[in-house]
């Protein structure tokens, strides 16, 4: 967007270079060489056009994220009063800008970035926020605004090009790899579990369902062993005592913390031999994963995992102007009043002894969306495309064998080629078969297709080869 919207666009929104936004300029370099943003952007517009997107509807898509992109450039910094410290925000520019774009009331943003709202009795308690929680407030608006544009666009997109009475559909889904950087978080863990999981769906495919085949056919067939990670996704995810279970748990105590929730880990998981916990008191924590160990540093584990939408943040954002985004944040409010009822309608009806689960976590919606994704490809016929990573640093041409190897291992590729090497790879329908080579034996109509006709053509066929 930055490098193909035109100029006079660009000031109206008072966008600048992408360097100068802190959400953006992290990684060091927003250029990658041989790619053209500005060609893409222009792409970008013509798809928009050709889906029937509007005039207005593209303005409204690019006034969302220039928003985005300056409400990441809202600093604060530490106002210290005679009671307790709070922050205030270093230049109220950035806020106006928000303001105006997305039509909302600049002193209602700043009073909701650096304020919490208690409902008292008769009336509202404004406790403000530290600058780390002021960060973590402007942040989740951010997050809210991005998650809740890029829904509306999928429904839209959806909507034109698979209209609801058509029958059929292909699904393409693209997940990031496997992660293990210099510091993993609560993100690491879920992209990691999703893996994970998708990884135990493919061997699942790809092994056992082979196998079974081959026993069905009663080919003789001696059995392949696998690597079954379904011990690492219960150590993430399995009642009542997996990772992310205590987690959600520890998010429901008041005085709970990032360090309590480790404690509940150590306790429960010091013994499997998937776990481990540090030689020194550090805060975090090992698993070993299908495709390696990765250490998880567990700060900010709680805050991430709380993704409770502040009721004046929904408030503000329902009264926009614009129509566009108070529909966003109406049509969520909507979806929030559905789960609350749904969430108390189940418990009502569930024994007071059960444990509650609490639906308003990122770690449980994370794994609702995984489940369904998982129910739907079960209906489906899955085809895998891996893509592998030639070098770390995106360069053309440059082709690392080790880096290249490890991923074939922990995908399961190697796996994968062992047992079609030493299966049967090829599976031809019989009419197949008996059309395709009917002529080897000068035959101009195709016998009828099953396996004792496909047995007839094979013996011929056989001592013909033998003879050359």
């Known amino acids: ?15 600048q270079e992408a360097e100068t936004y802190y959400y953006l300029n992290q990684g060091g370099n927003c250029e990658i060489q041989g790619k053209d943003d500005g060609d893409d952007f222009r792409r970008l517009v ?46 109220a520019q950035e806020i106006r800008v928000v303001a105006e774009l997305l039509q909302i009331s600049p002193e209602g943003l700043q009073k909701a970035l650096t304020y919490k709202v208690t409902d008292a009795m008769r009336e509202k308690i404004y406790t403000p926020l530290t600058v780390e929680s002021a960060v973590d407030a402007r942040d989740a608006v951010a997050k809210i605004l991005y998650s809740l544009l890029f829904h509306w666009l999928t429904e839209r997109i959806n909507g034109r090009v698979y209209p609801r009475h058509e029958a059929l559909s292909i699904a393409i889904l693209d ?20 893996n994970e999981t998708l990884q135990s769906y493919f061997t699942r495919i790809i092994f056992k369902q082979e196998q079974e085949e081959y026993f069905r056919e009663q080919i003789i067939w001696e059995e392949v062993s696998f690597t079954d990670n379904q011990n690492c996704i219960d150590l993430i995810t399995a009642k009542p005592h ?7 748990d520890q998010n429901g105590f008041p005085q709970a913390t990032d360090h309590t929730f480790l404690q509940k880990c150590h306790y429960h998981h010091g013994n499997n031999p998937l776990y481990s916990r540090p030689k020194m008191p550090q805060p975090e924590f090992t698993i070993k994963h299908y495709a390696g160990r990765v250490t998880y540093q567990v700060h900010k584990f709680l805050d991430k ?34 789960r609350s009822s749904t969430l108390t309608h189940t418990l009502t009806h569930t024994h007071s002894h ?14 609702h969306s995984l489940q369904e994704l998982l129910d739907k490809m079960e209906r489906c016929s899955p085809y895998f495309v891996r893509c592998i990573k030639p070098n770390q640093n995106k360069e053309p041409g440059l082709f690392e064998m080790e880096l290249v190897a490890a991923q074939l291992r922990y995908s399961g590729i190697l796996d994968t080629i062992r047992i079609r090497k030493e299966g049967y790879p090829m599976r031809i329908h019989f009419h197949v078969f008996l059309n395709r080579y009917k002529a080897l034996l000068g035959l101009k109509e195709t016998l009828p297709p099953n396996g004792e006709n496909c047995v007839i053509m094979l013996c011929p066929i056989k001592k013909l080869f033998q003879a050359l």
Do not use: W
């Open 46 to 91: 013509v798809a928009m056009e050709i889906l029937n997107f509007s005039h207005d509807d593209q303005t409204n898509v690019f006034r969302v994220l220039s928003s985005i992109l300056h409400l990441g450039n809202v600093f604060f910094h530490r106002v210290q009063s005679d009671v307790q410290e709070g922050a205030g925000v270093v230049s």
């Open 354 to 367: 059960t444990r509650r689960y609490q639906a308003n976590t990122v770690a449980a919606k994370f794994q």
């Open 305 to 338: 995992n709380f993704d409770q939408l502040r009721q004046e943040v929904l408030d503000l954002f329902m009264q926009s102007k614009n129509t566009m985004v108070g529909n966003l944040f109406l049509k969520h409010a909507e979806t929030l009043g559905n």
């Open 242 to 248: 997996g990772i992310l279970r205590i987690l959600d």
């Open 175 to 194: 997940i990031y790899g496997f992660e293990d950087l210099f510091f993993n978080s609560f993100e690491q863990l879920c992209i990691n579990y999703a």
């Open 1 to 15: 967007m930055l490098a193909g919207l035109p100029a006079h666009m660009k000031q109206s929104f008072y966008l």
